[in-house]
T-cell receptor, first 112, second 111 residues
Framework: EAQVTQNPRYLITVTGKKLTVTCSQNMNHEYMSWYRQDPGLGLRQIYYSMNVEVTDKGDVPEGYKVSRKEKRNFPLILESPSPNQTSLYFC???????????FGPGTRLTVT | RKEVEQDPGPFNVPEGATVAFNCTYSNSASQSFFWYRQDCRKEPKLLMSVYSSGNEDGRFTAQLNRASQYISLLIRDSKLSDSATYLCVVYLGAGSYQLTFGKGTKLSVIP
């Protein structure tokens, strides 16, 4: 089954404790992306990757890091989480022809 | 001016009604356009891509007006299951690989 998986689905953590949210896709997609969704602000792109070892900033990259060492994986790293990073996070992938995004189920992060 | 704008709604319509949403975008160089559907607290799912000539998928019709920089989504014969938030998405292309989402339009179809 074609899918995008994210882990964990729910996470409560404390300010400053480094965390990683994993994202994996099995569709051999070149393009992968991270979004955060907040009430009243909609979905905003954090980082995206055009292919292995090629990443770039989206609209709200501050406080986040990403890496793309393998085509299927695109982890999101919060080195020092803060309460303003409490949000619903989605990973997505697509091929680089259509850009039709397939989304993971989301990770609900709370930083206290 | 925001890059992608949508009327947030909510649109409350009776079953069987026809409803239309518009979405405007600010960058005239934008290359690709999409409509996504999002159910409460779930991931967005692609509803349809929007082509220059317009396209139809069952009860759904999407159109693009490049001159006025808007896309539209028409839903005919609304079903209760159409209740969701509809997101407009624009891909700029031309060396920028970002995707920009509108904030969504909420639709409630009422029995």
């Amino acid at each position: 089954e074609a899918q995008v998986t994210q882990n964990p689905r729910y996470l409560i953590t404390v300010t400053g404790k480094k965390l990683t949210v994993t994202c994996s896709q099995n569709m051999n997609h070149e393009y992968m992306s991270w979004y955060r969704q907040d009430p009243g602000l909609g979905l905003r792109q954090i980082y995206y990757s055009m292919n292995v070892e090629v990443t770039d900033k989206g609209d709200v990259p501050e406080g986040y890091k990403v890496s793309r060492k393998e085509k299927r994986n695109f982890p999101l790293i919060l080195e020092s989480p803060s309460p303003n990073q409490t949000s619903l996070y989605f990973c997505a992938s697509s091929n680089s022809l259509s850009y039709e995004q397939y989304f993971g189920p989301g990770t609900r992060l709370t930083v206290t | 001016r925001k890059e992608v704008e949508q009327d947030p709604g909510p649109f409350n319509v009776p079953e069987g009604a026809t409803v239309a949403f518009n979405c405007t975008y600010s960058n005239s160089a934008s290359q690709s356009f999409f409509w996504y559907r999002q159910d409460c607290r779930k991931e967005p799912k692609l509803l349809m891509s929007v082509y220059s000539s317009g396209n139809e998928d069952g009860r759904f019709t999407a159109q693009l007006n490049r001159a006025s920089q808007y896309i539209s989504l028409l839903i005919r014969d609304s079903k209760l299951s159409d209740s969701a938030t509809y997101l407009c998405v624009v891909y700029l292309g031309a060396g920028s690989y970002q995707l920009t989402f509108g904030k969504g339009t909420k639709l409630s179809v009422i029995p």
